[in-house]
């Protein structure tokens, strides 16, 4: 579960969830950890991408434009 100040809070259960959670919001917040997270996403879809990768980049990714990850929740 993660919660933004300007869009409230989303659910993401799997790796094509936080691609398209990405997507959806590059213009907004963009930035290289972003666009690592987006093709790193895109990755688990191919199979180049391993999930705890995934995971890494994703939260890395949100965690830096200032979108609050609740700690207790299993994020996919």
Do not use: H
């Not at 799997?14 to 959670?21: E, H, L, N, V, Y």
């Not at 990405?22 to 199979?47: P, Q």
């Amino acid at each position: 579960m993660i919660y933004d100040d300007r869009t409230g809070f989303s659910l993401i259960s799997s790796g094509p969830q936080a691609g398209d959670f990405l997507v959806a919001r590059r213009e907004e917040y963009g930035g290289s950890a972003w666009s690592d997270a987006m093709n790193c996403c895109s990755g688990t879809e191919l199979g180049t991408s391993a999930p705890e990768q995934v995971r890494s980049a994703f939260i890395a990714a949100v965690t830096g434009a200032g979108i609050k990850i609740d700690p207790t929740a299993r994020l996919y």
